[in-house]
């Protein structure tokens, strides 16, 4: 979610999200957040954030999720989730967790994370559905909050892999960000590590398109895909590290464009999906309600070291 700034209630239906990794192999493992988002056009303009947004909060959270922690994240090579679980039902805590907190994006985002069912679930017909709404919401450190929203995290992979994500989001409400990201690990060197903006909205007010990005300590940049982001769509990356890394973009299987990627051989990413509120995505809308829905997960490749 590194790039531009959304709008206030935006749904976001993410229906396939697939993530293969370098050698392609598809198996359960986990994730977490990581970002580059791309709109994905070659003559797209750059969405201008020079920096990916905050995977964590710049504070301690405000309580910890409610999802079982991964005891052995490097024990699969990748992962496949078709979400399809009983309606009302959570994502499979063995390759989610469900981070929470109201201090995030270094404090400028105005929601919080939650966990429990409350702002995430199954529809009953295979999709993971996240919703951003406003509601007042207190953490567990007094953070008073006027919006809810969701933030999922997988690990991933380390070195070469790629990500494929089918999704639609519901339509442009200032100040709703839903995105689909990868970022770097460890966190607190996310700009020499790197983040993928695979697929986030809301930046560019009346020109509303989904956008990519790359974020390293080297370079930034990104563009916007020239489809309806309320419509089906596959959205995907694969990446190289190493001095030579790239960052190769795609929707619907037709190639948008490539950046450089040039961070450490082997470095860890995370997938992350959320609906973030405010911060660059602008002052929220009164009656924010927007809806990310993703029908499926896939990834495959190395899987990062524990």
Not at 150 to 163: D, E, N, Q, T
């Amino acid at each position: 979610m590194g790039i531009g700034s959304r709008t206030a209630a935006v749904a976001v239906v993410l229906v396939n999200t697939a993530v293969v990794l370098g050698d392609g192999t598809v198996a359960a493992a986990r994730a977490r957040p990581a970002a580059v988002q791309d709109s994905g056009r070659s003559g797209a303009q750059d969405s201008g954030r020079s920096g990916a947004q905050d995977s964590g909060p710049s504070g301690a959270r405000d309580h910890r999720s409610s999802a079982a922690r991964f005891s052995r994240p490097s024990e699969a090579r990748g992962f496949a989730d078709e979400f399809s679980g009983p309606e009302g039902g959570e994502p499979d805590p063995s390759r989610w967790e469900q981070l929470t907190g109201c201090l995030w994006g270094y404090r400028a985002e105005r929601q919080c994370y939650t966990s429990g069912g409350r702002n995430v679930r199954l529809d009953g017909d295979g999709h993971l559905v996240i919703n951003a709404r406003r509601e007042t919401y207190t953490g567990d450190h007094g953070v008073r909050r006027k919006y809810t929203s969701a933030r999922l995290v997988s690990r991933v992979a380390s070195g070469s892999g790629s990500v494929q994500v089918r999704a639609k989001v519901s339509g442009w409400q200032r100040g709703a960000w839903p995105a689909i990201w990868l970022h770097a690990d460890p966190l607190r060197r996310q700009r020499h590590y790197g983040e993928i903006d695979l697929m986030e909205n809301g930046l560019n007010g009346a020109r509303w398109k989904p956008e990519y990005h790359v974020h390293t300590d080297r370079f930034s940049g990104g563009g916007a895909y020239d489809v309806d982001a309320t419509r089906w769509h596959v959205y995907k990356v694969t990446w190289t590290t190493g001095p030579s890394g790239r960052a190769r973009f795609y929707v619907d299987g037709r190639f948008v464009r490539s950046f450089p990627y040039r961070v450490p051989a082997r470095s860890s990413v995370r997938l992350i999906l959320n609906v973030a509120v405010g911060s660059q995505a602008g002052r929220p809308a009164a009656n924010l309600d927007s809806t990310l829905t993703v029908d499926y997960v896939r990834t495959g490749g190395r899987a990062a070291p524990r």
